[in-house]
């Protein structure tokens, strides 16, 4: 009892669990934003009208190559600070930060949404596709009833792998002075002397999110993989 | 127009309905630039006077942009320099038959991959502080690299690992009946054909590398290609577009150089293995007769398959089915993107 509390001393008067639940809440809310917009990208990438695969294609070439970083730092600097973008009005400093950080992770994340969605579209059999034209069901309804119902189960593991990334991928939202872990983490650093404890509370932190994660997702992908 | 298996050939109503889609969807795109363009006019970022500095005189080159890609690359260079044998070290080591080298190796790989390179860099930065004496300037460059290295070689590890396990069990079975030691197998025969399958793994890898040094300069003030926006913004008269825009292009010709490279290597690796007169020793991950891709690993998840194991694996998979090139959309363009459908794996 006295060990620990001398032990784990330097916690006092920090917020841990509220910068966790700030990762949480970016992860959460940029994964689904993801989604969405990952499947519609996905969607235009093998549609019949050109422009729109380009499009697909060009998106998701453009983002991937530029780190993650750089943009989620032009949220900030650009978009916020030159152009007074605020998405959604009102909101002190750090609110729309938040909200902007969550944008360029949703932005970001969504091409690797997108290409997982693909590769996953790629192994249901031709003869499904062949099936649902034969049946007169158009591109939209062929995709949307019977291609990506199969594709989503068979990429759980991919977007399980996403997913993790993402949530390792919200501490750059440090870099705009959202107070999640990492931010306060070097906060801590700064101002306290157990740099190696802190970094193993943090560590641990990070391992009880990825973790879990992957172990339920890693269940649910078995679970539901199309048996072929 | 390619023909797909997910809708039919089209015919004229179809081709009409397509038209009408296209025009909806530029109106769309054009509402967007529009948007940008006039937001961006209206806070006088489309000035000529903000984008001049970097057509007409060196100067913002060699003062930040240069300096700051050099960085970069170093930081890059150096991380992966350490991270390449280190991460082989692991990999093979987790493949070992000795129980005391495995578990530690597994432990230490899946440690620091499950945790984020910031966190990794931070601390890094902050022990070298504590401990060392070195001048800032070297701490944040040791710092970057570290923390990149402790990163990334776990999931070097990962690509080596999944590259010797994706081998038919049949080549070390051979090489154990001529009577090689376990060393001699991996070194002559595991090695070699599986380095070939690793490649464009390794090259994404790179990708990955490059982009995170990024982290570096937005927390720790390391001085490199993304750390150059402020100064130089500042110094050019609040041109932060430009100087965004700037940066941006050249982190993606960096990193679409070496996706291109990623997916020469692996189309011609791909091309070589299905040509019939390929010697069958040296076909790695080519076409058919390949054994079925490694089980994921049962420690610690199924998402530890994740990056490197799908990078490496996406290469070395038969594709389950016929249709991915028939419904590969704009195959040839797709195709130099790499991955052939696959994701390329990011942090």
């Keep these: 009892m006295e060990a620990r509390e001398i032990v784990f001393d330097f916690l006092e008067g920090y917020d841990l669990l509220g910068a966790f639940w700030v990762t949480v809440k970016l992860t959460v809310y940029s994964a689904l934003g993801s989604l969405i917009w990952g499947t519609l990208l996905a969607g235009m990438r093998v549609g019949p009208v050109p422009l729109m695969r380009g499009f697909g294609t060009a998106y998701v070439n453009i983002i991937r190559n530029i780190p993650l970083t750089v943009i989620i730092v032009f949220a900030s600097l650009g978009l916020f600070q030159t152009l007074q973008v605020k998405l959604g009005g009102g909101g002190d400093f750090e609110v729309i930060n938040f909200r902007l950080a969550v944008l360029a992770l949703a932005l970001y994340t969504a091409a690797f949404v997108c290409e997982a969605l693909r590769s996953g579209i790629n192994t249901v059999p031709t ?7 034969a049946l007169g069901l158009s591109f939209t309804q062929v995709l949307r009833l019977v291609i990506l119902p199969q594709a989503f189960r068979a990429v ?24 999640e872990a990492a931010y306060l983490m070097k906060d801590m650093i700064e101002a306290e002397a157990q740099l190696i404890l802190i970094s193993a509370v943090f560590a641990f932190g990070f391992i009880c999110l990825t973790l879990p994660t992957g172990l339920l997702l890693g269940w649910v992908s078995k679970k539901v993989a199309v048996k072929r | 127009m390619t023909t797909s298996v997910l809708f039919d050939a089209q015919g004229p109503r179809a081709k009409q309905r397509n038209v009408l889609y296209t025009v909806v969807f530029v109106a769309a795109l054009a509402a967007a630039a529009w948007w940008v363009f006039s937001s ?12 001049e500095p970097f057509f007409t005189s060196p100067q913002p080159w060699e003062t930040y942009i240069w300096p700051g890609l050099q960085n970069t690359l170093k930081a890059a260079f150096f991380a992966l320099l350490i991270a ?4 082989a070290l692991f990999g093979i080591g987790r493949l070992s038959d000795h129980r005391w080298m495995r578990m530690p190796s597994g432990v230490v790989v899946e440690f620091f991959r499950a945790i984020p390179v910031l966190i990794l860099m931070i601390t890094a930065n902050a022990a070298y502080a504590e401990f060392t004496t070195l001048a800032t300037e070297d701490r944040l460059l040791y710092a970057v690299v570290t923390g990149l290295v402790l990163y990334n070689a776990s999931v070097l590890a990962e690509i080596v690992r999944a590259g010797i396990l994706s ?15 376990k ?3 991996m070194r002559y025969v595991l ?17 990955v590398i490059v982009k995170d040094t990024a982290l570096g300069g937005a927390v720790l003030t390391f001085p490199e290609l993304l750390a150059s926006v402020r100064p130089m913004s500042a110094n050019y008269g609040a041109n932060t577009i430009a100087c965004f825009t700037i940066i941006a292009l050249i982190y993606m010709a960096l990193n679409f150089a070496l996706t291109s490279f990623a997916s020469w290597l692996e189309g011609g690796r791909q091309a070589r293995g ?13 076409g058919g007769g390949r054994a079925p891709p490694p089980p994921p690993p049962a420690t610690f998840a199924g998402h530890l398959t994740r990056a490197s194991t799908v990078g490496c694996i996406r290469s070395v998979i038969p594709p389950r089915t016929t249709h991915v090139a028939a419904l590969s959309p704009s195959s040839p363009s797709t195709s130099t993107t790499g991955a052939g459908g696959f994701p390329q794996w990011t942090r």
């Excluded at chain 1, 003869?127 to 034209?133: I, L, P, S, V």
């Design chain 1, 127 to 133: 003869g499904q596709a062949e099936a649902a034209r």
């Design chain 1, 156 to 179: 759980v593991n991919p977007l399980a792998n996403v997913l993790i990334a993402l949530t390792k991928n919200t501490t750059v939202a440090a870099a705009i002075g959202v107070v």
């Design chain 2, 40 to 51: 961006l006019a209206e806070k006088h970022q489309l000035d000529w006077v903000k984008w």
């Design chain 2, 84 to 87: 390449l044998p280190l991460g």
């Design chain 2, 167 to 181: 081998l038919p069990r049949g080549q070390t079975d051979a090489a154990k009946a001529i009577g090689m030691r």
């Design chain 2, 183 to 185: 060393g001699q197998t």
């Design chain 2, 191 to 207: 090695l070699p054909q599986s380095v070939t399958a690793m490649l464009p793994a390794i090259v994404s890898q790179i990708v």
């Design chain 2, 274 to 286: 299905s040509t019939p007169t390929s010697d069958p020793l040296l076909r790695c991950g080519g």
